[in-house]
């Protein structure tokens, strides 16, 4: 019972997870704009998201509108081990760059606030799922 | 909490451009001293960034890996009046490019800048993360 009051949180709360990881994958790379050779990284949200859900279903709708853009974007890809990391792609360069940095600024501070957005849409489905939750188990005195 | 790295990772890269306007700081001073008793001018300083890898994948921060030294040869004026001139009469200035300066200085304060903000990003989004289902 207490399974099928919880599995609503779930989805949401994977969601916030990889949320919170691209917000740090994309805060390197804004950290290293000026290193050379540094190549910029981006996550493949929608894959990763269906992966950790391990649901084509709801993930699959939640997360195709978000990255329709980032795929574009991020052509070829290589993954690095586990969960999450494998939908970690290499950001082609928009300019070419004579120090081999790949980091596109405009491009990183689009995503950052884009990511910013969403992060906070997830944190409030999860509380507008739990308010729901709460009135629903108050009784009919308590108003 | 992986977002906690954010304020590592961009801890590092403000401390790393910090020292870099710290270097160019000291460039611009130095701008117009002449060669001492040794001859030797000032050389211009560069900071050389480096990736630094910060255990979570994908946080990846900035170091500072050297602080090298500009070998250009300084620039040379005859100027036999001048107290620091040599036997020739020419006196040798440090090999700073203010203009070069100039321009690092404005590229290291803007990327000062956008670090500061991903942490407040940050710390905002992480204030409201703690407020999960109070409100």
């Known amino acids: 019972m207490i399974n099928r009051l919880t599995d609503s949180l779930e989805f949401q709360s994977q969601a916030l997870v990889l949320r919170a990881e691209r917000q740090r994958l994309l805060a390197s790379n804004i950290a290293n704009a000026d290193t050379p050779g540094y190549v910029a990284r981006d996550m493949d949200f929608a894959s990763a998201l269906r992966a950790a859900t391990g649901t084509s279903g709801v993930g699959g709708a939640a997360g195709a509108a978000v990255t329709a853009a980032l795929r574009q974007a991020l052509p070829a890809g ?14 082609a360069p928009s300019q070419t760059n004579l120090d081999g940095n790949s980091v596109d600024m405009d491009r990183e501070r689009a995503s950052f606030a884009d990511n910013s957005v969403k992060y906070e ?4 489905f999860i509380n507008g799922s739990v308010r729901s939750m709460l009135d629903a188990m108050k009784s009919p005195q308590q108003g | ?33 002449v060669a001492g008793p040794n001859g030797q001018a000032y050389k211009a300083r560069q900071v050389v960034f480096q990736t630094e890898l910060m255990g979570a994948v994908g946080a990846a921060g900035v170091r500072v890996a050297a602080v090298g030294e500009d070998n250009t040869p300084g620039r040379r004026v005859h100027d036999p009046k001048h107290p620091g ?14 203009v070069e300066e100039m321009v690092n200085m404005i590229s290291a304060s803007r990327s000062y800048q956008n670090n500061l903000e991903v942490m407040n ?4 989004l992480l204030l409201k993360t703690l407020q999960m289902g109070q409100s």
């Open chain 1, 78 to 91: 290589s993954g690095f081990g586990a969960s999450a990391e494998t939908h970690l792609r290499y950001a």
């Open chain 2, 1 to 33: 909490m992986s977002m906690f790295k954010i304020f590592d990772v961009s801890g590092s890269a403000v401390s790393a451009q910090s020292q870099r306007l710290n270097v160019v700081a000291s460039n611009l001073a130095n701008a117009d001293t």
């Open chain 1, 121 to 124: 849409a997830t944190l409030r």
């Open chain 2, 85 to 98: 001139a040599d036997a020739e009469g020419y006196v040798t200035y440090s090999n700073v490019n203010t």
């Open chain 2, 121 to 124: 990003a940050a710390k905002s």
